[in-house]
């Protein structure tokens, strides 16, 4: 197995976010992620990484990283090591799919049967329904109350489901 292409892929909705799909040539496509940066991260991806991958074997994982890795002072900050990151996720499922098992399995197993979740965005109803009482305290116009992108999602975990259909 080889990889024939390297893709990035930004979305508009996150502008943050890079993802990054590498193609082989027995079909497999790997899919990675990271955040910050996005346009510079692809612009790494494509200018600098791409070049170290293609036609490598992407089970190669130790020595694609050494190979993605090595300009001095750039191994654990910045673009260079989030675009890794992203790649290093790609390899990861490659290897996955190509074997049949699990990317946990793969890295040494489960050590714990779950986790708790954690959460530090509160979503778009709060930061309006905040940003009101703001303007409120300090006697200014009502703000914007535009609908966020995921107030169809709001609605249906909140059990309003029929608002979805009007």
Same mark, same amino acid.
């Given at each position: 197995?080889?990889?024939?292409a390297v893709e990035t892929i930004?979305?508009?909705?996150?502008? #943050?976010?890079? @993802? +990054?799909?590498?193609? &082989?040539?027995?079909? !497999?496509?790997?899919? %990675? =992620? &990271?955040?910050?940066? /996005?346009?510079? $991260?692809?612009?790494?991806?494509? =200018?600098?990484?791409? *070049?170290?991958? @293609?036609?490598?074997?992407?089970s190669a994982i130790d020595g694609?990283? @050494?190979?993605?890795? #090595?300009?001095?002072?750039?191994?654990?900050? *910045? $673009?260079?090591?989030?675009? #890794?990151?992203? !790649?290093?996720?790609?390899?990861?499922?490659?290897? *996955?799919?190509?074997?049949?098992?699990? $990317?946990?399995? !793969?890295?040494? %197993?489960?050590?714990?049967?779950?986790?708790? /979740?954690?959460? &530090?965005?509160?979503?778009?109803?709060? +930061?309006? &329904?905040?940003?009101?009482?703001?303007?409120?305290?300090? %006697? @200014?116009?009502?703000?914007?109350?535009?609908?966020?992108?995921?107030?169809?999602?709001? /609605?249906f975990l909140q059990g309003r489901?029929? =608002?979805?259909?009007?």
């Amino acid at each position: 197995m080889r990889v024939t292409a390297v893709e990035t892929i930004q979305l508009g909705e996150f502008p #943050n976010l890079c @993802l +990054v799909r590498l193609h &082989t040539d027995e079909g !497999l496509v790997g899919l %990675g =992620e &990271t955040f910050f940066g /996005a346009e510079a $991260v692809a612009a790494h991806v494509h =200018e600098t990484a791409a *070049g170290r991958l @293609l036609g490598r074997d992407p089970s190669a994982i130790d020595g694609l990283r @050494l190979a993605l890795a #090595n300009y001095v002072g750039t191994r654990s900050t *910045g $673009v260079e090591a989030r675009a #890794n990151s992203a !790649l290093d996720i790609a390899l990861w499922d490659l290897l *996955g799919q190509a074997t049949g098992r699990p $990317v946990v399995d !793969l890295l040494g %197993g489960m050590t714990r049967p779950a986790i708790r /979740a954690y959460n &530090t965005c509160a979503g778009y109803r709060y +930061v309006r &329904t905040t940003r009101a009482q703001m303007m409120q305290n300090w %006697g @200014l116009p009502d703000p914007d109350t535009k609908a966020g992108p995921y107030e169809d999602l709001d /609605a249906f975990l909140q059990g309003r489901a029929g =608002e979805l259909a009007e």
